[in-house]
């Protein structure tokens, strides 16, 4: 599975952001995606997640201003986080990932990040 991840940047206070994250190859095996963020000095972090189903979670620092969405087609799920009311605390790296189901294994595929960065 190919990730590639696009839309960070610097935003001001208060402002909205929309990061895509288109997956490639073997999708099938892919049972849910999200997005993860790592700000400097702290660990890396759950954002949301959506299911092939659509059910979503959110970690709760976001839950109301930032919100997941996907789209499907035979050859590749795109996954989409909208960020709204966006904080200095946002601040981080954010990571898209992939979660897969082979058989009775299961593997994560991560993007290489892109930067968010929420400044006056």
């Known amino acids: 599975v190919q990730l590639v991840e696009s839309g960070g940047g610097l935003v001001q206070p208060g402002g909205s952001l929309t990061l895509s994250c288109v997956a490639s190859?073997?999708?099938?095996?892919?049972?849910?995606m999200g997005w993860y963020r790592q700000a400097p000095g702290k660990e890396r972090e759950l954002v949301a997640i959506?299911?092939?189903?659509?059910?979503?979670?959110?970690a709760d620092t976001v839950q109301g201003r930032f919100y997941i969405s996907r789209g499907d087609d035979r050859a590749t799920i795109r996954v989409y986080l909208q960020m709204n009311s966006l904080k200095p605390e946002d601040t981080a790296v954010y990571f898209c990932?992939?979660?897969?189901?082979?058989?009775?294994?299961?593997?994560?595929?991560w993007g290489p990040g892109t930067q968010v960065t929420v400044s006056s």
């Open positions: 959506v299911s092939r189903y659509s059910t979503t979670n959110y």
């Open positions: 190859g073997s999708i099938s095996d892919i049972y849910a």
């Open positions: 990932i992939a979660q897969r189901r082979v058989s009775d294994d299961e593997y994560d595929n």
